[in-house]
């Protein structure tokens, strides 16, 4: 209880998140700088503000299987301008929730903001009013952090509700028909405005594992969901020098968290991305760290050092004896400014190297660390849901081509992690892809047995697209797509819920 007090205590600390008051520097500057380039760039609308609700059909390209039937949750930033001035960073933007229907041969779409307390105290004020992770603005002070919550990360189906979560604050449910705001969830009522990722990862008997980090507070919080979508466990447990940790991996008996080697600012002027010190260089350089917490005991059960870089997403875990493997996406440093630069404009370089997919050995018996590289420049991965913390031979990440000039993920992969080869398909100049993921048939035999989902944005035509592959023959292209007639934002991460 203690440890959940003070837990509790940093969260709603000023000084804690960074956003203390401040000067506003969510400048117009910024805003200039990106429409002045945009026209010249099309590439560059996948971050353009939005407005408004979106609602349309799909025309239908190709043949839409008809064993497809379920909806596609998507959620990320689609608020990015205010008042004449924009943020610095692609984290920061409102959240957009997004629900394509797919079934009957049709496709169809709809889109709204998540009303959270900050999205409308900022649009009724028609200016920002409090800072973002990576914008100060601090106009107006806050009460907790479900106060800054912006609900732009990941949109989760789960026992007939829909969250919209923020690795932040609370997860805030939607109405799961028409995306309308519900209001924020806690999970107990001492729980409130605690931080729960954005990434909960299923268990096979219906429940979820989640966590939340408060970065400064040395504190890692652990949640196990049922199935009814109560609180059936949580701990608190003590990780030094956790200050960023965005994504987990859960095996049969494990949960296994990266921890890239961040230091963070005492300085409560500055922004939560700016007090982000890298401390993966030089001769003090410390290791990317890989914690393995127990299910059984919820404890930490052991820690890897591995070479520092920094991480944001892994895909699956699983026990092989005494062996934990899981994917990753490992980035060569500090990853966390790349995503300001198209914020004002400016296109992000395709550096060889940058960062890959690779699967990690940890070896529980002698404390060792092996790494295989899978892929090259990539990112979002994903796994079956039937075979997530079980063994899987199938990894679904997004690519970016080696030949292009500009960080742009445009190929969709499925890589064999036994092999290391991958089934492939490139988008055409003026393409961007989102995550995609893999859907089973009812009764699949085999991880490919079912399609690969996703979204594209068609830059040059301003239009987004649903994506449809066969898993087993991703490199033929899509069997079907379904082209809206506008933009919808460019989102993060989302969950298919068959019908």
Same mark, same amino acid.
């Given at each position: ?345 400016? &296109?992000? *370089?395709? $550096?060889?190297? !940058?960062?890959? /997919? ?6 529980? +018996?002698?404390?060792?660390? #092996? ?66 993921? &893999?859907? *089973?048939? $009812?009764?699949? !035999?085999?991880? /490919? ?6 979204? +594209?944005?068609?830059?040059? #035509? ?38």
């Amino acid at each position: 209880m203690t440890d959940r007090r003070h837990f509790l205590s940093r969260t709603l600390s000023l000084g804690a998140l960074g956003l203390a008051s401040g000067t506003a520097l969510a400048d117009s500057a910024t805003f200039a700088s990106f429409h002045g380039a945009l026209d010249a760039h099309p590439e560059l609308t996948v971050f353009a503000d939005t407005t408004g609700e979106q609602a349309g059909d799909g025309a239908i390209i190709g043949h839409l299987p008809a064993d497809l039937e379920g909806v596609f949750f998507r959620n990320g930033p689609g608020r990015f301008e205010l008042g004449g001035e924009r943020y610095h960073h692609w984290f920061d933007g409102d959240g957009y929730a997004q629900r394509w229907q797919i079934g009957n041969g049709k496709v169809s779409h709809r889109g709204r903001f998540v009303q959270t307390q900050k999205f409308r105290e900022e649009s009724t004020a028609g200016r920002f009013l409090y800072s973002a992770f990576g914008t100060p603005v601090a106009r107006k002070a806050y009460k907790n952090n479900d106060t800054v919550n912006v609900a732009n990360t990941n949109l989760l189906p789960f026992n007939g509700k829909v969250y919209a979560l923020w690795e932040g604050g609370s997860a805030t449910e939607l109405d799961p028909q028409t995306l309308e705001t519900r209001g924020i969830h806690a999970w107990r009522d001492d729980l409130k405005a605690m931080p729960f990722s954005a990434h909960p990862k299923a268990d096979p008997d219906g429940g979820l594992w989640n966590f939340g980090n408060l970065p400064g507070s040395d504190r890692l919080a652990i949640y196990r969901l049922q199935a009814d979508g109560t609180l059936g466990r949580m701990a608190l447990l003590k990780v030094p020098n956790l200050n960023m940790v965005h994504d987990f991996a859960v095996s049969a008996r494990h949960l296994i968290f990266l921890i890239p080697p961040y230091d963070l600012s005492p300085d409560t002027s500055l922004c939560l991305a700016a007090r982000h010190l890298w401390a993966g260089g030089g001769k003090a350089a410390r290791p990317l760290r890989a914690v393995v917490v127990s299910k059984e005991t919820l404890e930490v059960r052991a820690t890897f050092e591995l070479p520092p870089r920094s991480v944001f997403h892994l895909g699956n875990a699983y026990d092989d004896g005494g062996t934990i493997r899981l994917d990753a996406v490992l980035y060569e440093g500090d990853a966390l400014p790349e995503p300001m630069l198209p914020m004002r404009g400016e &296109l992000r *370089p395709n $550096r060889p190297g !940058r960062n890959a /997919t690779v699967q990690l050995a940890l070896d529980l +018996a002698s404390g060792q660390a #092996r790494e295989a590289r899978l892929f090259g420049v990539s990112e979002f991965p994903r796994v079956a849901p039937q075979v997530v913390s079980a063994r899987h031979r199938k990894l679904a990440v997004l690519g970016a081509s080696a030949d292009s000039p500009e960080f742009i993920l445009n190929t969709v992969n499925l890589i064999d992690t036994d092999s290391g080869k991958a089934d492939s398909y490139r988008f055409d100049a003026g393409w961007q892809v989102e995550e995609h993921v &893999l859907v *089973p048939r $009812r009764h699949a !035999r085999s991880e /490919t047995d079912g399609y690969l989902v996703g979204v +594209a944005q068609d830059t040059r #035509r301003g239009q987004t697209v649903l994506t449809v592959f066969d898993a087993a023959r991703v490199s033929a292209g899509p069997v079907a797509l379904a082209r809206l007639s506008y933009r919808a934002p460019h989102c993060f991460h989302g969950n298919f819920l068959p019908a």
